[in-house]
């Protein structure tokens, strides 16, 4: 079969690719299906899937992605849950086929129930010791107070931007305890003699942004 290469010659390719359309529709309530389709505007490769989209709250869901000229599509083992808003977070996983420039900021949001939940938490995570940003940190939120993060995963999660910054949305309001984890094995739990973190000391009670 064909292998699939850059074309040759004429100006490099800056242009991330442009969402046409999805299903589900950004904020739609009441998906029941447990396939995500995307549509752009120009031909796709995905870049380690996986890792790159983070999916709120985690779900313990396994899917597979698989992009097909310029549509992916994403279908999981099992139905979401009821009444529950989710959010997935693409990163850099979808990328344009000539020069690899991932679409940008790409984030959608989708409830199985009758409302969008939409509060957010926000900020940034610090080396003390060095007194700079920290890079593709895991910042973590947990519900349950009896949790324990040397063995539970939280249930909300994302990764720190190049400035140390995140963002974790589609929240409902509630009570949260949040951490930050060097999660160097990627597996969601600290491992305390050789991953570093750190926490905000009092319970956030989320009212507002």
């Known amino acids: 079969c064909a292998k699939q290469t850059s074309p040759t010659g004429g ?9 046409l359309s999805s299903r589900p529709l950004n904020q739609q309530t009441h998906f029941s299906q447990s396939t995500i389709e995307l549509t752009f505007d120009e031909q796709l490769l995905l870049n380690n899937p996986k890792e790159q989209i983070i999916i709120n709250p985690d779900t313990d869901n396994p899917f597979e992605a698989v992009a097909k000229k310029n549509t992916v599509t994403i ?4 139905p979401f849950n009821s009444n529950t808003t989710y959010a997935i977070n693409f990163r850099e996983a979808i990328q ?12 959608i949001a989708f409830s199985t129930g009758d409302y969008i939940d939409s509060l957010k938490i926000e900020g940034t995570v610090i080396d ?5 940003e920290i890079k593709d940190a895991t910042v973590a ?16 999660f994302t990764k720190t931007d190049k400035k140390g910054k995140f963002q974790i949305t589609n929240l409902k309001p509630g009570d949260y305890y949040l951490y930050a984890i060097d999660d160097k094995n990627k597996n969601l739990v600290v491992e305390s003699k050789s991953e570093a973190y ?3 000391a009092e319970r956030i009670s989320l009212i507002n942004n």
């Open 198 to 200: 750190g926490f905000q």
């Open 75 to 78: 279908k999981f083992e099992s």
């Open 11 to 19: 100006p490099k390719d800056t242009i991330p690719p442009t969402l």
């Open 96 to 107: 344009d086929i000539t020069e690899k420039n991932p679409v940008e900021n790409l984030k």
């Open 128 to 132: 003390l010791l060095k007194s700079q």
């Open 141 to 156: 939120l947990y519900q349950n107070d009896t949790f324990n993060i040397f063995k539970h995963k939280p249930t909300y």
